[in-house]
């Protein structure tokens, strides 16, 4: 389905990323696979030789994003797809309680990060007359909850950046697509939690999350539309998580 078509993927090393590289793979694409972590991305360049391109990469790192976009090989120059999925939440503290350092990073990560791969890799695509940008945003983006202070935020950012985007490139043969996820269980609660593994379960206990192959499946739904067919934004859901009255303070 996806024979000809390479695709740059950030945060590949893990949860969506990771199944977006086997499930693209396995459908023909060509993969430019992004992350931090060297080991993980050797394991997946072993897993998948001749499909993968490996590049270790901060996405929050301009300069290191459009050094490693120029210096693609032959075979994975012209992208087709970008997917700007790198991302995190750190803390799920009331704002005054959140560290600085983590407030930085996710800016960095899930605003910059966007910015400078987007920024890097669209004029190839305008240039080539064709691609697709898939952004990761989260249901966060829409929903306010305690605790998703500065992590909605930034997904916020990246929803409204995917309708701008559009506006931008109407008339260009480029599609755009916001992905809004709630629950899904990856290494991402754990990663919120600073690495503490019960914390992370208890979010997800008595119900079932989504699945990071849930998230690929439907990223693929998007990218195999007609060329005439544009997914705007897709809110997608475990049937187990829904809506909240707002909450009241009382005084007793
Ligand atoms: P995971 O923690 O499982 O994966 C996150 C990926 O992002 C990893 O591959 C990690 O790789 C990469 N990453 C993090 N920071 C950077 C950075 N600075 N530069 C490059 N890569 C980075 O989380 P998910 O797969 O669940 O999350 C993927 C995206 O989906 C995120 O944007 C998240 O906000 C969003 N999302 C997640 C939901 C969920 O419930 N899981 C729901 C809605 C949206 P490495 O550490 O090797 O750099
Ligand atoms: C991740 C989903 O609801 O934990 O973006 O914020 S949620």
Redesign the pocket.
């Known amino acids: 389905m996806l024979k000809d078509k390479t695709i740059f993927i ?10 977006c590289v086997k499930l693209f793979a396995h459908n023909g694409a060509k993969i430019i696979a ?4 060297s080991e ?2 050797e394991e997946l360049k072993k897993q998948l030789p001749d499909s993968v391109h490996e590049i270790k ?5 301009s300069v290191a994003v459009k050094k490693a976009i120029a210096a693609l090989p032959e075979k994975f120059s012209k992208v087709d797809v970008l997917i ?6 750190l803390g799920l503290s009331a704002f005054d309680k959140q560290e600085e350092k983590d407030l930085e ?1 996710m800016v ?3 605003i910059m ?1 966007v910015i400078n791969c987007t920024h890097a890799l669209l004029p190839g695509m305008i240039e080539r007359n064709i691609g697709h940008i898939i952004n ?5 983006g829409t929903y306010p909850y305690p605790g998703g202070n500065v ?1 909605g935020a930034t ?1 916020a950012f ?1 929803t409204q950046f995917s309708l701008n985007l559009r506006a931008d490139l109407l008339g260009k043969n480029i599609r755009v697509t916001n ?13 919120r939690f600073a690495g503490d593994k019960n914390k992370a379960a208890d979010i997800y206990a008595g119900m079932q ?2 699945t ?1 192959n849930d ?1 690929a499946e439907t990223i693929l739904w998007t990218l195999c539309r007609p060329k005439h067919v544009n997914i705007n934004r897709v809110e997608i859901m475990p049937t187990q998580q829904a809506f909240s009255p707002f909450a009241v303070s009382r005084k007793n």
């Open positions: 950030t945060g590949a090393t893990a949860g969506f990323g990771l199944a992004c992350g931090r972590r993980r991305l990469l901060d996405v929050g790192d700007n999925n790198a991302g995190l939440a990073q960095k990560t899930n990060g990761l945003s989260s249901i966060a992590y997904k990246v992905i809004e996820p709630g629950m899904a269980e990856t290494e991402f609660s754990i990663v999350p989504l990071a998230i």
